[in-house]
């Protein structure tokens, strides 16, 4: 397949001209936070090419989004109406994110209408990681810092430039059609590949995950899940912040005969998300909740969907204050068991 | 690829009001779809959300049968701003409903088998849905014997009361009311669930048992069960846990990998097991 080369001083355009058929996000930088932000404005702003701070899900499933507006009369769906979506600058980790997510609301039982608007026709750059964070784990997944998987078109920043390859059908037609793109010389090509080289080459290995859902499923007792909950807060930004937690609330707004209904993120640390109108809780203690936002990734979404549930951004081992580390807690359930 | 929104709530209207409990508290509403198109049918043991626009929804089992027409009967324990809201609707009313949602008692695996339906407090609910199928003049040739325990606290408490004493003079069903401790005027049973099932339960050959209740009643009841010996595979209950979305989305009703609003909310004991699940 042709790869492409689009200059860096041709980007504002370029996204101008993707915008003509797409709502279009990319990583904005504004008060020292990288959030994925819709380009409104003619002028562009600044493209930041780092992990963002907020996780990518937000374009597609928001933190407050209104399912349905209704008044004394009629009710109507708040689903989404507008062009397709279109995001450039989504990390490897980030792609394989929506991927799980698709596997979750867009699963053979029931679609979420929702999430599905946002995301059908959707086109995804993803920009490889020329230099991955000491945050950055996505190799223990099947992932890499240069990982197209699950993207429509992959993005190499080349200094002066970004090499772009198609993955996809929607990716292929759409660069083919653009004003902005040149053929990438040889060189660029070479550049480009050294870069992938370097970035996989300078992640640690990663250990091998293999019997980690064995032994996850088999001591659901152990030390280990006390020792990481004494230190667990149940703040939740591991959470909100996680790529593949999607875990919301429902609730009711409404004054007089107005109102709406919203969904809103939620996480399975916070104790009222389990308890029941009767005052019991399935969950009441901090072990049992970290336990299930642990085990989720680790174990029950490999039941589900064949995956683990952990992408690898790094963004909560960033994030924890108080510094718990998914990583270590791995390390330890294989390191503990291996010596038994 | 896109289905309806499943979070839209169809119309209904509240048909009729029957207050179940003498504090109350228990309160049964049966409903009736406003525009007859969007009825749906279901089976016994699944559940919907009810819906009221401005406060919000809660999940319900469906206490009538899909052999019973015109109506869906649901029986409400005021308890939270949705419960309250739905007590205080009248006769005329309209809400919304969203399902049917879930699986349900797997009738068909039980055809010419004894059904032994163990109930306690309003976690009845959907054993009266299953009862009343079973019992059904199209479906009662299929089964076996059909022997129901229900307790409750007190007479008071005890729900669709007029109804199980109309089916202790049937010749098709043995029904057993019992309330825990004697109170005057009683003359049926008195005693916890577990004694009562030990008592009159038949023997588990060729049986299956449904056990619906508090969770206490449930852990009292399953040594019982296995004294009697009924396997893992021949005991089924339905769970109840705090639900939003119903669809499997939300992610907070799940027990390991498996969500009570989708995979659920029947389980049989051996799959719980499996699932770690304690009562």
Redesign the interface.
Known sequence: MSKYKLKKNNIENFLNELREEYSVFAPIESDGTVAFQKLDDVKLPDISLKRTDRPPKEIFFPHTEV??S?DDKN?E?G?YRGKPIAVFGLKSCDSKSLHILDN????S??????W?KRR?NSLIFTIGCNNPLPSCFCNWFKCGPFDSTHSDVAVTDIEDSFILEPVSEQGTEYLAKSKYLEKAEEKDIKKAEALKEKAESDMPQPPDLKKLKEILDNN?NDKLWEELAAKCLGCGVCAFSCPTC???????D?RR?K?K?V?IW?T?QEPL??????G?N?RPSQKGRTL?RF??KL???I??QNNFGCVGCGRCVTLCPVNIDIRDFIKKVLQVKGDK | MQAHNSYIPIPVRVKKIYIESEDRLLRTIDLEFINPDQAFDYKPGQFCQLSLLGKGEAPFGIASSPTEKGFLRFTVNKIGLVTTGLHMLKEGDELGIRGPLGNYYPVEEFKNKNVVLVGGGFGVTTLRSLAVYLRDPAHRADYGDITFIYGARNPGAMIYRNEFEKWENEEDIDMNLTIDKPVKGWNKKVGFVPNVTKEVAPGSDNSVIMVCGPPIMIKFTLPVLAELGFSKDSIYTSLERRMKCGIGKCGRCNIGSKYVCVDGPVFSYRELEKLNYKF
């Open positions: 399912i349905l209704f009710a769906s689903e979750v609301f867009l699963d039982s029931y679609t979420d209408t929702y599905y059908s659901q999607y875990c919301f609330d429902i609730q009711d409404s005969n109102g209904r969904r939620d399975c998300f389990t308890k029941e109108g009767s019991h399935p299930q085990m989720h174990s029950y979404m039941e589900t």
